[in-house]
């Protein structure tokens, strides 16, 4: 990645085997800015990416093959690769996400008033109208092991109410982390980073993510006046347990870094004990 300092803006999306959600994904984004958008769909080696390189030409956008399944933060980084040095600005979003109408000049406004700020993350729907704590908390040690621990046999629990931030999602606040299935980044900060971290496959590049971002002295901030919604897709079906191994591994990847002390050894240890519970636990349910 090389440094920029243009303020055009482009939206970034990953497709595998996204047939289903994609179309309404790219129809939303001509709505969502009044500027003129580059969006580009990065795919994973999808089967159908032969339609889904239709679907995305046909809609005005570009599409990259990144030639195997690198996961999701590393097709971001790609298609983020292809950017024009002009570009200052990049909305990461997943496909089976859908943007309300002035979504993305909504988070824009809300970056260029604050230098400081480093990411905006809209509220994000779930299809019956709820809102997803899409703005969270660092996992820490208290309550990474609470919620990793109680999540799925006491949702009520303090540890994971708090990580969730769960409340009021009317407020423009910060946040630890903003939510990868929505979140627009400034492009320097993305250049200074090296992008996602492609160790993570899937789940918690967006935690990595937001956790370097304040390293560097920025803010994540949630902006409730920009919505989108959450509609969900197909591609991921039948892969259960991959999804969830997946989960806790890369949840351990990232605490384990976060505490990377020789002599915090033993927390590392009890980390990993916690995990392998509960993905017993969800296993079992």
């Known amino acids: 990645m090389t440094g920029t300092s243009g303020d055009r803006t482009a939206i970034v999306t990953v497709s595998y085997n996204s047939d289903d959600v994609l179309g309404p994904f790219l129809a939303s984004t001509r709505a969502a800015s009044t500027q003129d958008v580059e969006v580009v769909v990065a795919d994973n080696d999808s089967a159908s990416a032969a339609h889904l390189r239709e679907v995305t030409e046909a809609a005005g956008?570009?599409?990259?093959?990144?030639?195997?399944?690198?996961?999701?933060?590393?097709?971001?980084?790609?298609?983020?690769?292809?950017?024009?040095?002009?570009?200052?600005?990049?909305?990461?979003?997943?496909p089976d996400v859908v943007l309300e109408?002035?979504?993305?000049?909504?988070?824009?406004?809300?970056?260029?008033?604050?230098?400081?700020?480093?990411?905006?993350?809209?509220?994000?729907?779930?299809?019956n109208g709820d809102v997803y704590p899409s703005a969270r908390l660092l996992p820490s040690l208290r309550t990474g092991l609470g919620h990793a621990v109680f999540a799925n046999v006491w949702q009520g629990n303090p540890w994971t109410r708090r990580y969730r931030q769960d409340g009021?999602?009317?407020?423009?606040?910060?946040?630890?982390?903003?939510?990868?299935?929505?979140?627009?980044?400034?492009?320097?900060?993305?250049?200074?980073?090296?992008?996602?971290?492609?160790?993570?496959?899937?789940?918690?590049?967006?935690?990595?993510?937001?956790?370097?971002?304040?390293?560097?002295?920025?803010?994540?901030?949630?902006?409730?006046?920009?919505?989108?919604?959450?509609?969900?897709?197909?591609?991921?079906?039948?892969?259960?347990?991959?999804?969830?191994?997946?989960?806790?591994?890369?949840?351990?990847?990232?605490?384990?870094?976060?505490?990377?002390?020789?002599w915090l050894w033993p927390l590392r240890v009890a980390l990993r004990t916690a995990l392998a519970i509960r993905a017993r636990a969800t296993h079992t349910r």
């Open 61 to 94: 956008a570009r599409f990259v093959a990144v030639g195997a399944n690198l996961g999701y933060g590393g097709a971001v980084n790609r298609a983020v690769d292809t950017l024009d040095p002009d570009v200052g600005w990049v909305l990461v979003s997943n």
């Open 168 to 262: 009021d999602h009317s407020t423009r606040r910060d946040a630890g982390w903003l939510s990868g299935a929505c979140v627009l980044v400034r492009r320097d900060v993305l250049d200074r980073l090296g992008g996602f971290d492609e160790g993570y496959f899937m789940y918690f590049e967006d935690v990595d993510l937001g956790w370097r971002i304040g390293r560097l002295g920025l803010r994540n901030v949630f902006e409730p006046a920009a919505t989108a919604t959450h509609i969900g897709g197909t591609a991921t079906q039948g892969s259960s347990e991959r999804m969830r191994r997946a989960h806790h591994e890369s949840a351990y990847r990232f605490l384990a870094q976060k505490y990377s002390a020789w």
């Open 101 to 127: 109408p002035a979504a993305l000049d909504r988070m824009l406004d809300t970056a260029r008033a604050d230098p400081t700020i480093g990411s905006v993350g809209p509220k994000l729907l779930e299809p």
